[in-house]
């Protein structure tokens, strides 16, 4: 895969996967009664957040697959797999985030960094995302391609975050859960497309004489 090519999947798959208008909704309604600087601030912490865990995993998820004996082909089917189940469960208008009530909200001073930060932008399906790609950069440019398009999602999350009320407002709840469906079609696709990156490998090996 060419660079530009594997940049283009990463950045499509990790927004994607963090979907920030799926976020935008609970974020707005945990940062309701705090004003415009220092909701960029809360977003800010939680994006950073997010990095510092996708990260780890990007570095450390090598490590962790020889640890337990996984291939990387078997990783990637399996997140393929994960892939197609969150995808069709944001089809059907089930993304599996965690709803803030009036009492989470209240308990929670600071959100930024639990729930916002982990596991709502930094969650099992970004940090499957980063450790798949990461397996599947063959060179240094695609590292750095990698790297890049982590920082792009992650600062197009905060400025969707940043943004979150006004957006909301203008977009409604159908014009979320239509964006949150397109992006369900696209993450499922995505999944399939693992599935058959970690599949083929293992088919030439077993055909092959």
Do not use: Y
Not at 53 to 81: D, K, N, W, Y
Not at 151 to 162: D, E, F, H, R, S
Request: aromatic share 4%; glycine share 10%; hydrophobic share 60%.
């Amino acid at each position: 895969m060419s660079v530009a090519a594997f940049g283009a999947l990463c950045v499509s798959s990790l927004f994607t996967v963090i979907d920030p208008l799926g976020v935008a909704p609970i974020f707005a309604s945990m940062t309701a009664r705090v004003d415009a600087r220092a909701r960029r601030r809360t977003a800010l912490k939680a994006v950073l957040t997010a990095l510092c865990v996708l990260a780890v995993f990007a570095m450390s998820g090598s490590a962790l697959l020889r640890l337990f004996g996984v291939t990387i082909e078997a990783f990637q089917i399996a997140g393929g797999i994960l892939f197609a189940l969150l995808g069709l469960a944001m089809l059907n208008g089930s993304t599996a985030r965690p709803a803030a009530s009036d009492d989470e909200s209240e308990a929670h001073e600071d959100p930024s960094v639990v729930p916002l930060g982990v596991p709502l932008i930094g969650g099992p399906g970004a940090m499957t995302t980063v450790m798949v790609l990461t397996g599947q950069a063959e060179t240094p440019a695609h590292v750095g391609m990698l790297a890049g398009a982590v920082l792009v999602v992650l600062g197009l999350t905060w400025a969707v975050l940043a943004m979150a009320p006004a957006l909301f407002a203008r977009l409604g709840r159908q014009g979320v859960a239509l964006t949150t469906k397109i992006m369900g079609l696209v993450v499922l696709v995505i999944g399939v497309q693992f599935v058959i990156n970690g599949v083929v490998p293992v088919a030439r090996a077993i055909i092959a004489p």
